[in-house]
């Protein structure tokens, strides 16, 4: 009675394997992988599409004499940039939308400042400060980025003006400071020149 209670378990055991087996092997083949029997029978499954990450804008690197900052590649043919250094209103970085730039409406985009102190930059129409720089005791700016307050496109730039205005804020987060400019998170306090 021993010898045939210890049978069954053992064929229990070897069907439960073999159910267990069988089963992994389907599972397996529905997830693109061919079990050894699927094989033996001539029965081969597709592989499973591989899962990439998606790709990652490529970007065009622009280096200025304070900070590097990157714009979507396709900007090298739709987009035009300039520094522009003042005495009084400082050094800014400008961005247009190519067609627009040559066109009387202008196609500005945005502009990144580094303005002195003395600058009230509150009288600018549409502004965001971002913070201030010190590039040596002596040097230290408000970082004012500013914006078009009229139409800068025509009918015929307005898709390639806005689909690139959209991507400023991406842009700006792009900033990278070099390392001899200390950035901080707080504006200077302005201090106009008495007139």
Avoid at 3 to 9: A, D, F, G, P
Wanted: with cysteine; charged share 20%.
């Amino acid at each position: 009675m021993k010898n045939r209670l210890k049978t069954v378990w053992i064929a229990a055991a070897l069907c439960c394997a073999v159910y267990l087996l069988a089963g992994c092997g389907s599972r397996a083949a529905d997830n693109g992988v061919a079990s050894s029997s699927a094989q033996e029978e001539g029965a081969v499954s597709e592989p499973a599409p591989a899962v990439s990450a998606p790709e990652a804008p490529a970007l065009l690197n622009i280096d200025t004499d304070y900070y590097g900052i990157s714009v979507p590649a396709d900007w090298a043919e739709t987009g035009e940039w300039e520094i522009i250094r003042d005495d009084s209103h400082g050094y800014s970085l400008c961005f247009y939308e190519k067609q627009g730039h040559h066109e009387p409406e202008g196609g500005f985009l945005f502009s990144v400042g580094l303005l002195p102190d003395d600058v009230d930059y509150t009288y600018y129409p549409d502004y965001d400060i971002r913070g201030s720089v010190e590039i040596d005791p002596a040097d230290r700016f408000n970082v004012v980025v500013t914006y078009p307050t009229d139409v800068q496109f025509t009918q015929e730039t307005a898709e390639q003006y806005c689909r690139m205005a959209d991507e400023i804020d991406a842009i700006l987060n792009t900033i990278v400071w070099n390392a001899d400019v200390v950035f901080s998170a707080t504006p200077l306090p302005i201090t106009p020149e008495v007139q």
